[in-house]
């Protein structure tokens, strides 16, 4: 286990340890103090109203609503203890589990924020009113056996009060536990909405929306007719525990004052008795409220650990040089986890610093693929890749990130300013070197006419950009820092032919800057711009050579000529 991911589960255990030895200290004070209401009860019936003494209400009054007060101060300073607590978890965990969620993201593992949403879910349930109840319930013997002291017959009244309540808090369970059938019923319809939702556009185009709404009908109408079979035994079973809490309470009362009129016990220990009994009943009855989110929370902390047990930390390499661009691609395989076959099958490719290559091939041939892995998106299965005779995983990912220009085939903008977005999110980004990169990626122009320039705010909430746009800014964002390496996915897919004359310019920029270069594209007028061409086919490479050579075996001069590539390129190139 990474030393970090160690480290923070260690501080979290710690922490939850210390609170909760706190919170049982509270608790069994907080449930000692209990007692002050069943004895003013118990004194006020037997003592005072007997003496009609004022002087003894009122004594036994002040000190009965001090320990009161001190009562609620320490219930209130567990939920504190307990919430600092849930906050101090999530504040351990949190950057680990977006960082994993990012990896996973990166690597197209489902639900990649399936991590934040255990965190969230084990903090929320620490923090909730009913959790102390987890701590107040091996306290329940001790108001049993008070109840003993002032009658055994009472005591035994309680203790089967409880075990029916208990038995009832099962029954709640088992009637609204969900067949695991239904739950992934449940997760694909959600699954589908949002489908639907992001789809919104072409299914309004396409005329497709009642053939949406069949279908969404048939897929719901199922799982309605379950949460309303569901719903009503819910309902049924909380109906029962309220009649049963509410006749045990009868039934206490009844027998302590047969028990009074038998001259057994006194007015006031049949009051108190009523009173204990409601506290020794009140965690069992939190917990038929509490249990499903009890059990979802352990559930969601378990799943926690295991994720961060094989999480992969922030590495503590060695600081490296600033690279000059050498790279080199060594018998690399890439099979993605499940897959039978693999997508890369042996690659090798060497670049000197300055260099540039295209990589072409029909589509499923790897090519996007292959830029992820020299990027440090994904992790090659075999093979090595390496910068500057290092191997990426000798590289702090922080630093490597710097030292490369990435543009991915499909461009998001996070939520904040162009700017920001540029600069990579730096706290302190310098405004020369946004610019430079804007100006080099030939897109400085196009941002000062957005409403707010570079402060124009973009991203999910923020406004719209086209696709060309965005893969403009985007490669602003790849140039900013001087990165020795770019890699380059499809960059012009978007583009108008202003956009794509720009880019020309940048990759020109590029190399007389001295930076390497592999871009994917099957352009005639990018495949103009490298030293060297890769063909991929199958995940392998078919041909490789400088562009001259293979330009010409890939089309003829005059199709080569056209921008945009004519038949026989876009054939070899996909």
Avoid at 57 to 69: G, K, Q, R, Y
Avoid at 233 to 244: D, I, N, P
Avoid at 288 to 302: D, E, I, M, N, Q
Wanted: with cysteine; hydrophobic share 45%; net charge positive.
């Amino acid at each position: 286990m990474p030393d970090r991911v160690e480290s923070a589960l260690a501080e979290t255990k710690r922490t939850l340890k210390t609170a909760f030895a706190a919170i049982a200290g509270f608790s069994l004070i907080v449930n000692l103090l209990v007692l002050s209401l069943p004895l003013y009860s118990l004194q006020v019936f037997d003592r005072v109203l007997s003496s009609r003494s004022l002087e003894t209400l009122l004594a036994l009054s002040v000190v009965t609503v001090a320990l009161l007060a001190l009562q609620a101060g320490l219930d209130h300073l567990r939920g504190a203890v307990l919430r600092r607590t849930a906050l101090r978890v999530e504040t351990n965990l949190s950057g680990l589990m977006l960082r994993d969620g990012l990896a996973a993201g990166a690597r197209g593992t489902p639900q990649p924020e399936a991590g934040l949403r255990d965190l969230h879910e084990v903090r929320t349930t620490l923090s909730s009113p009913s959790f102390p109840a987890l701590f107040d319930s091996p306290l329940t013997p001790f108001f049993v056996i008070v109840v003993f002291l002032i009658h055994p017959l009472l005591g035994f009244f309680v203790i089967g009060a409880i075990v029916l309540l208990a038995l009832l808090a099962a029954l709640h369970v088992l009637a609204s536990r969900r067949p695991h059938e239904e739950e992934r019923n449940a997760a694909a319809r959600a699954e589908s909405v949002r489908d639907y939702v992001r789809h919104a556009e072409a299914i309004h185009a396409l005329g497709m929306t009642d053939a949406v709404e069949r279908r969404w009908r048939r897929q719901n109408l199922k799982t309605l007719a379950f949460d309303a079979v569901l719903a009503g035994r819910v309902g049924g079973a909380l109906s029962l525990t309220r009649f049963v809490r509410m006749a045990v309470q009868v039934g206490i009362t009844g027998l302590g004052a047969a028990l009074v009129l038998d001259g057994a016990i006194t007015p006031g220990a049949m009051i108190a008795s009523s009173l204990l009994m409601g506290r020794a009943l009140a965690p069992v009855e939190q917990a038929v409220g509490g249990w499903k989110g009890w059990r979802s929370a352990y559930a969601a902390a378990r799943r926690l650990h295991e994720r961060l047990s094989n999480a992969e930390a922030p590495g503590k390499q060695l600081s490296l040089p600033t690279p000059t661009g050498r790279l080199e691609v060594t018998n690399l395989i890439y099979r993605p986890e499940g897959a039978e076959m693999p997508v890369l099958r042996g690659v090798s490719l060497r670049l000197q610093a300055g260099q540039s290559l295209a990589v072409v091939g029909p589509s499923g041939s790897g090519k996007s693929t292959l830029m992820r892995l020299i990027a440090g998106v994904w992790t090659p299965s075999a093979g090595e890749i390496r910068l500057d005779d290092a191997e990426l995983r000798q590289w702090n990912p922080t630093e490597l990130g710097r030292h490369i220009g990435y543009l991915p085939q499909s461009v998001q903008l996070l939520n904040g300013t162009i700017a920001e977005n540029i600069a990579r999110f730096e706290e302190k980004p310098s405004p020369a070197d946004i610019v430079a990169a804007a100006r080099t990626a030939g897109v400085h122009e196009l941002i000062l006419r957005l409403p707010d320039g570079y402060g124009t705010r973009v991203g999910e909430d923020g406004y719209a950009l086209s696709g060309g746009q965005k893969q403009r800014i985007g490669l602003a964002r790849a140039l900013y820092g001087d990165p020795r390496l770019m890699i380059l996915d499809e960059p012009n897919s978007h583009l108008d032919p202003e956009g794509e004359a720009a880019l020309v310019d940048a990759l020109h920029a590029c190399r007389e800057a001295g930076r390497t270069i592999v871009l994917v594209s099957h352009r005639p007028a990018l495949l103009r711009s490298v030293d060297w061409i890769v063909v991929l086919q199958e995940g392998r490479v078919e041909r490789a050579g400088r562009r001259g050579e293979l330009m010409r075996g890939l089309a003829t001069p005059e199709e080569v000529a056209k921008e945009g590539g004519a038949p026989a390129a876009a054939r070899a190139a996909g």
